[in-house]
């Protein structure tokens, strides 16, 4: 297990693996460049771990022991002795190049680069860095204290090493970890996001409502949720852009992202967040 773990990014999903990686007893330093995403990371870790104690899956002197190994900084620069970084910035690559040259200048040596990315390759991340044999894909998903599994993506450089402790650390957050190799979508996006398009598909056809389809797809294939909503939760435009991460990085039509897609994206409706998508909120 490291004994210091760098997180980059205090968002949802940056806040989200602090919250796991302290409840493990690694010592965490979270950065955000923006003060006030800071404190708002800060402050749903906190809040994520009040969760636990109300519901009694945790005591009150295990999260006042899991905030005391959380520090905050607003520079990469500022942070010292780092044996294992992720990177959970927003998903943009020349963003994330930039992040990864950081971070080869402040994590040891011996030490593991990660990235959370959805879809950015890891072996772009990794050419931006001077070891790329120690850059890794640890892909959680949202929100990640309850969601169970890790993707675990090799570059075509990443060390066993490297991947021998990024499976480790998933392992003492008590996650399940799956590998994947390096191309577009990984395994979970691969599989899900054109099953999300198909949908959009459907309705853009006129097969059926809205409504049906996701009950189709619920109670017919025993799904939490249905295609649709699912995609309003995730954001539309996230869809978007993964769809078009496989349909490129594929070059096969069948990836083509639906023009209904295309159109609701363009009209501002992305889903849950902007308050309307197949659904209003
Ligand atoms: N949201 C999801 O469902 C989900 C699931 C799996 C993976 N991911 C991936 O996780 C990453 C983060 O996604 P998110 O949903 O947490 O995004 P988010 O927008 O909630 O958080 C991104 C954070 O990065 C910070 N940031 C931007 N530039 C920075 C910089 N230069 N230095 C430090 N911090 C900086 C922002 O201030 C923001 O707080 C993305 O790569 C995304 O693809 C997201």
Redesign the pocket.
């Known amino acids: 297990m490291p004994t210091h773990l760098l997180v980059?990014?205090?968002?949802?999903?940056?806040a989200g693996i602090a919250q796991v990686a302290l409840q493990a007893g690694v010592q965490v330093t979270l950065?955000?460049?923006?003060a006030e995403?800071l404190a708002k990371?800060k402050a749903k870790v906190e809040g994520g771990l009040s969760k636990l104690v109300e519901k009694g899956k945790l005591d009150e002197a295990k999260k006042q022991a899991a905030l005391g190994l959380l520090r905050t900084a607003t520079s990469?620069g500022d942070v010292k002795d780092v044996d294992f970084a992720v990177e959970?910035?927003?998903?943009n690559v020349e963003?994330?190049k930039?992040?990864f040259k950081d971070l080869d200048a402040v994590v040891k040596p011996g030490g593991v680069l990660a990235?959370?990315?959805?879809?950015?390759p890891i072996t772009t991340l990794g050419a931006a860095t001077k070891r790329p044999d120690a850059v890794i894909g640890m892909?959680?998903?949202?929100p990640v204290p309850l969601m169970a599994l890790v993707e675990v993506i090799r570059g075509v450089a990443t060390s066993d090493a490297t991947y021998a402790a990024t499976l480790a650390l998933a392992k003492s957050m008590g996650k399940t970890t799956v590998t994947s190799k390096d191309f577009p979508g990984f395994i979970v996006n691969r599989i899900l996001i054109p099953m999300l398009n198909e949908a959009c598909f459907a309705l853009m056809e006129g097969l059926a409502t809205a409504e049906d389809i996701d009950t189709a797809m619920k109670l017919g294939t025993n799904q939490p949720m249905g295609p649709l909503q699912l995609a309003d939760f995730?954001g539309l435009d996230?869809c978007l852009a993964i769809a078009e991460v496989l349909h490129q990085g594929l070059g096969d039509s069948k990836y083509r992202p639906c023009p209904l897609l295309r159109q609701y994206v363009a009209a501002g409706w992305v889903g849950k967040k902007s308050g309307r998508g197949f659904y209003t909120y």
């Not at 980059?8 to 940056?14: D, E, I, K, S």
């Open positions: 980059v990014g205090a968002g949802q999903m940056g950065v955000d460049a923006m995403a990371g990469i959970a910035v927003s998903e963003l994330k930039k992040i990235t959370n990315t959805s879809s950015i892909h959680f998903m949202n995730i996230t």
